[in-house]
């Protein structure tokens, strides 16, 4: 079955200073592939998605890139701001089978 | 409902009780998700409600856990004979299924019960 990877478990970097979180996963079937941003308290929320006929996707400060050779897809946020602090989650998987989801990074902006 | 409404958002029992954990999704999705998130973890999956479609339940752990849909509505996550190992987030989601792929859908979630088993 698919197996989802998420690296680092932990991020900080200056305000201001771009943010890249990765993953990778196992089951080359897979298509989707989004990421959801928890804040503290709350439901993790959508931020942005993407599904394998594109290898790019820009919404604002976010992005996400997709490698289906090398099966791995990254998160790069921009010019980060405090609000940006959260746990990020990525998952993958196809029309088949429930998402299988990455354990979450924490991402700290640091002032 | 503006969003995915999950109650009670505590929930403190003792070990061997039984817990049932409530979820009202927005209105007019069809599709139902529970989840359960332990400590630092990510997302585990437990059950899937589309529509009148026989429910997946290939992600619940035991036989002590349940879950309801009624109505295509409101949902019930239950937890037999509770242990300790089940203290967690239980999230739910929903999302509109009305897609090709029902499965790669937004999906909605509510602020979660933390369950705490003693």
């Known amino acids: 079955g698919e197996n989802v990877e998420q690296h680092p478990s932990t991020l900080s970097v200056q305000e201001g200073d771009s943010a890249v979180i990765k993953c990778t996963y196992s089951d080359s079937a897979s298509n989707y592939f989004p990421w959801y941003k928890q804040e503290l308290g709350k439901g993790p929320q959508l931020i942005i998605d993407i599904r394998s006929n594109v290898g790019e996707k820009k919404d604002q400060r976010i992005a996400v890139t997709l490698n289906k050779t090398a099966k791995h897809f990254s998160l790069h946020i921009t010019e980060t701001q405090p609000e940006d602090s959260a746990v990020y989650f990525c998952?993958?998987?196809?029309?088949?089978?429930?998402?299988?989801w990455g354990a979450g990074t924490k991402l700290i902006i640091k002032p | 409902g503006a969003g995915v409404s999950q109650s009670p958002s505590n929930k403190v029992t003792e070990k061997g009780k039984d817990v049932e954990l409530r979820c009202d999704p927005i209105s007019g999705h069809t599709a139902l998700y529970w989840y359960r998130q332990s400590l630092g973890q990510g997302l585990e999956f437990l059950i899937y409600?589309?529509?009148?479609?026989?429910?997946?339940k290939s992600g619940l752990p035991s036989d002590r856990f349940s879950a309801e849909r009624t109505g295509g509505s409101v949902s019930t996550l239950t937890i037999q004979r509770t242990q300790q190992e089940d203290s967690a987030v239980y999230l739910c989601?929903?999302?509109?299924?009305?897609?090709?792929?029902?499965?790669?859908?937004?999906?909605?979630f509510g602020s979660g019960t933390q369950l705490s088993v003693l």
């Open positions: 998952a993958g998987g196809d029309s088949n089978y429930q998402l299988i």
């Open positions: 989601a929903s999302s509109l299924a009305a897609g090709a792929y029902p499965l790669n859908e937004k999906l909605f």
């Open positions: 409600f589309q529509g009148n479609s026989a429910p997946d």
